[in-house]
């Protein structure tokens, strides 16, 4: 079972409360692997501009703290949770990531290695480290003393991880896939699915006007009892387009309209939100209908915004073009020799020739493509080791 600690705290709490206690709770091989996860507030006040959701001064965060009695299943874990990682951003809120590992430089301090997921925001050209799964290594065993009685009845030091993910994900989902209408949710993680909205006509009967929201209030009920999310809008001191336009701000991924002339044939009409096509629907097929639908906008916008993606990356192998492609709201995928000295080179003159900001490395992705013998690193000149992605970041 794994225990769940709640509270608000300072990003050093967790290191520094939690870690003595292992220290206490672990004293055997027996009691490895030892697996928390904590879901938590945390306070941060050493930054001045906040950006909602993307960086700010209080935010939600779910984090594992795990001790393992070697490398090898350390390693494995770590793996595993940012594979984790990277299906709730590409299997729930639509988003791709590149998965890959961190440099020596933008690891975590303290750590041995950082993998991380990267999203990417084309309209502002920068780039999101979405979450990270880190491999700690002994370096906190050996601060924290956090030792156990191994099979040999020696003393040996704990491997350790930490992993996280934040509410930063509210704010890639909603800048990857949103428009100048507002929000535009993905199904699966859409807290309201389907609307079905009334359209009232003054003309009809009192009774024509119950059966049409009796009528509307069944499908939506359909839609519940399947399983969807689904509301009735049947507000009449509202017009239809107003009503329209609530929902589309709201980023619900299907509206069903319904009005008397639908009720007549024995239809309605549902609107995606993602591309504004309609479709009509036979009220008889409507929830399976909707269900179909809502898989198909779910893949949709994941093929969209990875395409999206892959068209803001771009190669180069020298310095000639990089500031250049870094100002037109690109990646940039270069070969490079791993040294901190390069990298900080990379930031200084990428700061000098453009106004917006200076580049990073953003990962070396676990997919490579060939390094060829001999190939150099882009700014050093020296032997390049591996590809690695730089970018504007949050």
Same mark, same amino acid.
């Not at 206690?21 to 030892?34: C, G, K, T």
């Not at 594992?64 to 590409?90: C, P, S, W």
């Not at 009845?153 to 934040?166: A, E, I």
């Given at each position: 079972e794994i225990p769940r600690v709640t509270g608000v705290q300072t990003c050093a709490l967790p290191i520094s409360v939690m870690?003595?206690?292992?220290?206490?709770?672990?004293?055997?091989?027996?009691?490895?692997?030892?697996?928390?996860?904590?879901?938590?507030?945390?306070?941060r006040w050493e930054f001045k501009h906040p950006t909602p959701f993307i960086r700010s001064r209080e935010f939600l965060w779910?984090? =594992?703290?795990?001790?393992? /009695?070697?490398? &090898?299943?350390?390693?494995?874990?770590? !793996?595993? @949770?940012?594979?984790?990682?990277?299906?709730?951003?590409?299997e729930l809120l639509a988003v791709p990531v590149i998965p890959g590992v961190k440099s020596e430089k933008e690891?975590?301090?303290? =750590?041995?290695?950082?993998? /991380?997921?990267? &999203?990417?925001?084309?309209?502002?050209? !920068?780039? @999101?480290?979405?979450?990270?799964?880190?491999?700690?290594?002994?370096?906190?065993?050996?601060m924290f003393q956090i030792e156990y009685e191994n099979k040999n009845?020696?003393?040996?030091?704990?491997?350790?991880?930490?992993?996280?993910?934040?509410t930063r994900t509210i704010g890639v989902a909603i800048?990857?896939?949103?428009?100048?209408?507002?929000?535009?949710?993905?199904?699966?993680?859409?807290?309201?699915?389907?609307?079905?909205?009334?359209i009232p006509n003054s003309k009809l009967s009192a009774e024509d006007a119950k059966k049409l929201n009796d009528t509307a209030k069944g499908m939506s009920d359909s839609m519940i009892d399947a399983g969807l999310r689904s509301k009735l809008d049947d507000r009449d001191n509202y017009t239809p387009g107003w009503k329209y336009n609530h929902w589309e701000l709201k980023g619900v991924p299907l509206r069903c309209e319904f009005g008397p002339r639908d009720m007549e044939a024995g239809h309605c009409v549902?609107?995606?939100?993602?591309?504004?096509?309609?479709?009509t629907v036979k009220l008889s097929d409507?929830?399976?209908?909707?269900?179909?639908?809502?898989?198909?906008?779910?893949?949709?916008m994941l093929q969209r915004a990875t395409e999206k993606r892959n068209a803001s990356v771009v190669t180069c192998t020298s310095w000639d073009g990089f500031v250049e492609a870094l100002d037109d709201c690109k990646m940039i995928l270069t070969p490079w020799c791993e040294t901190k000295e390069s990298e900080e080179l990379v930031k200084k003159k990428s700061q000098e020739g453009s106004e917006g900001g200076a580049a990073k490395t953003l990962c070396i992705p676990f997919i490579q493509p060939p390094l060829e013998p001999g190939?150099?690193?882009?700014?050093?000149?020296a032997p390049a080791t591996t590809w690695v992605i730089w970018g504007r970041s949050y």
């Open positions: 870690y003595p206690v292992f220290a206490n709770w672990i004293r055997s091989h027996r009691d490895l692997p030892m697996k928390l996860n904590q879901w938590c507030n945390v306070v779910q984090e =594992g703290h795990t001790a393992f /009695t070697n490398k &090898a299943d350390a390693d494995k874990e770590v !793996r595993h @949770i940012l594979d984790l990682y990277r299906r709730v951003y590409e690891k975590f301090a303290g =750590g041995l290695y950082t993998t /991380t997921v990267e &999203a990417f925001v084309p309209h502002t050209g !920068r780039g @999101i480290q979405g979450a990270t799964s880190h491999c700690l290594g002994q370096n906190f065993a050996k009845g020696g003393r040996s030091m704990v491997w350790q991880n930490s992993w996280g993910c934040t800048m990857v896939h949103g428009d100048n209408k507002g929000l535009v949710l993905p199904p699966r993680v859409a807290p309201l699915q389907v609307v079905v909205v009334t549902v609107v995606r939100r993602d591309t504004g096509a309609k479709e409507l929830t399976a209908r909707a269900k179909e639908m809502c898989e198909e906008m779910q893949a949709d190939t150099k690193c882009f700014i050093t000149g």
